[in-house]
């Protein structure tokens, strides 16, 4: 198991794109977002499939292109947050790579997505009281998922040295 390639995984919020962009920059190698690439793809952005195909559809194609990563040979990929609870996914990253969960707070996972509400659809219509609710509910609905990662950073280990320590162990 090589850092060659890494698969971010944990809760809308979490900071998923935000570390890969830094990790990428610190491995010099590619950066993705798995969201993005499903947009480009699709030609529509997540809500829009949701809405018109289903979330069935939106898996299959999640996992179709999470696939087309099997070709790179070195990369950092911020999944989605359900990404590893589907199309056994997340047995299929921790054979290609590493997968690293990054935990953080319910606290600050609000906080963070009540300043982007609009741009999240999961969560654009609920009220402020009914994101916490929605955010604890989908963490017990993925946790048995999400501890299946090779590394779990709890809020205070989701810093740069903490990062930087995890992926300096796997580095060829």
């Not at 890494?6 to 190698?29: D, E, N, P």
């Not at 606290?107 to 604890?136: C, G, M, Y």
Request: net charge neutral; aromatic share 10%; charged share 30%.
């Amino acid at each position: 198991m090589a850092a060659e390639k890494i698969f971010l995984i944990g809760m809308m919020g979490s900071g998923k794109t935000f570390w890969t962009k830094k990790i990428a920059k610190w491995i010099k190698s590619a950066g993705y977002d798995l969201d993005d690439l499903i947009e480009m793809t699709e030609e529509k952005t997540i809500a829009e499939i949701f809405e018109e195909d289903g979330e069935e559809y939106f898996r299959k194609s999640e996992a179709k292109i999470l696939r087309w990563f099997k070709e790179k040979k070195k990369f950092v990929l911020a999944t989605g947050g359900g990404t590893p609870c589907f199309m056994e996914n997340m047995a299929w990253m921790k054979k290609e790579g590493i997968v690293i969960w990054l935990d953080e707070s319910v606290e600050i996972l609000v906080q963070r997505l009540l300043a982007e509400k609009a741009h999240r659809p999961l969560i654009a219509n609920l009220s402020d009281e009914a994101i916490t609710n929605f955010i604890q509910q989908k963490l017990v609905e993925r946790h048995a998922f999400y501890q299946q990662a090779n590394y779990r950073l709890s809020s205070d280990q989701i810093t740069e040295a903490g990062l930087k320590k995890l992926i300096s162990k796997h580095a060829s």
